[in-house]
Nanobody, 118 residues
Framework: QVQLVESGGGLVQPGGSLRLSCVPSGSIFNPNVMGWYRQAPGKQRELVATVTTDGSTNYVDSVKGRFTISRDNAKNTVYLQMNSLKLEDTAGYYC????????????WGQGTQVTVSS
């Protein structure tokens, strides 16, 4: 019954910024790894960034230095700060959470659209 509620997407000009949020509506158990994926039309879904409980992060090369992933462990909320946005960043962005104990759910957000256009 848990849902991941995403917000923060929208239309922005190149060079602009957006901040995505992913907030659970129910209980999540041991969400060690939280992350953001994106998928543009005609392209495969790719992993953009991940963050662990202890704060370790990983980024796809194309967003390094521009995007920052973070989390609030008390709220089980994950964020993606996107700066210096490029046309190539246009995609649907999806939050993902994996539980490390029963019921071992792999939970996806509904997606939020990010469109970078001049």
């Amino acid at each position: 019954q848990v849902q991941l509620v995403e917000s923060g997407g929208g239309l922005v000009q190149p060079g602009g910024s957006l901040r995505l949020s992913c907030v659970p509506s129910g209980s999540i158990f041991n969400p060690n790894v939280m992350g953001w994926y994106r998928q543009a039309p005609g392209k495969q879904r790719e992993l953009v960034a991940t963050v662990t409980t202890d704060g370790s992060t990983n980024y796809v090369d194309s967003v390094k230095g521009r995007f920052t992933i973070s989390r609030d462990n008390a709220k089980n909320t994950v964020y993606l700060q996107m700066n210096s946005l490029k046309l190539e960043d246009t995609a649907g962005y999806y939050c993902n959470v994996r539980e490390d104990r029963y019921p071992f759910r792999n939970i996806w957000g509904q997606g939020t659209q990010v469109t970078v256009s001049s």
